[in-house]
T-cell receptor
Framework: QKEVEQNSGPLSVPEGAIASLNCTYS??????FFWYRQYSGKSPELIMF????GDKEDGRFTAQLNKASQYVSLLIRDSQPSDSATYLC??????????FGQGTRLTINP | SQTIHQWPATLVQPVGSPLSLECTVE??????LYWYRQAAGRGLQLLFY??????ISSEVPQNLSASRPQDRQFILSSKKLLLSDSGFYLC??????????FGPGTRLTVT
């Protein structure tokens, strides 16, 4: 079964530090990857997507993709308490579906 | 811009009662639509998806069903709810690159 794996956490990071969230995927044919942020009790919100090997930066967020290692990561610089949430990694599986990881719960400590 | 609506926001239903959750999308035509369920503290479980009117693909055998009577309307139903149907139900539509955008969700508690 094609899977996306994430460490469930919780991951605790001090305010102002870099938070690093990791994700691996099993389907080597996956081409597109997405990061979602989900606050407690709310629906997931798309924050980053990446298609090509390397880094993609958007404000304080950087997504990294290494297709050879089947590895995706999300870095959050200058972490803020408002970044505390669960982060979901997803891979586009084709057949119009995304495969989601179980999510990593991130806590930013003031 | 595109907007996705879900209602109701919360629902408390007794075991054995019927269910109907509705999702509508604005600002896009012929979207792919999805129903997910998220149990407390768990990941997203894809229940159904639809690539067009009347076209429904089921991912998990269960007592739920879905229908798409109009291009931008997606309905999740059950004839008899089970306790295990409790959860956070999310509707989503997909963009051109496979990304999905979620509605606000319906929190269902079956008692």
């Amino acid at each position: 079964q094609k899977e996306v794996e994430q460490n469930s956490g919780p991951l605790s990071v001090p305010e102002g530090a870099i938070a690093s969230l990791n994700c691996t995927y099993s389907d080597r044919g996956s081409q597109s990857f997405f990061w979602y942020r989900q606050y407690s009790g709310k629906s997931p919100e798309l924050i980053m997507f990446i298609y090509s090997n390397g880094d993609k930066e958007d404000g304080r967020f950087t997504a990294q993709l290494n297709k050879a290692s089947q590895y995706v990561s999300l870095l959050i610089r200058d972490s803020q308490p408002s970044d505390s949430a669960t982060y979901l990694c997803a891979a586009f599986q084709g057949a119009q579906k995304l495969v989601f990881g179980q999510g990593t719960r991130l806590t930013i400590n003031p | 811009s595109q907007t996705i609506h879900q209602w109701p926001a919360t629902l408390v239903q007794p075991v054995g009662s019927p269910l109907s959750l509705e999702c509508t999308v604005e600002g896009t035509s012929n979207p792919n639509l999805y129903w997910y369920r998220q149990a407390a503290g768990r990941g997203l479980q894809l229940l159904f998806y639809s690539v067009g009117i009347g076209q429904i693909s089921s991912e998990v055998p269960q007592n739920l069903s879905a229908s798409r009577p109009q291009d931008r309307q997606f309905i999740l139903s059950s004839k008899k709810l089970l306790l295990s149907d409790s959860g956070f139900y999310l509707c989503a539509w997909s963009g051109d690159r496979g990304e999905q955008y979620f509605g606000p969700g319906t929190r269902l508690t079956v008692t």
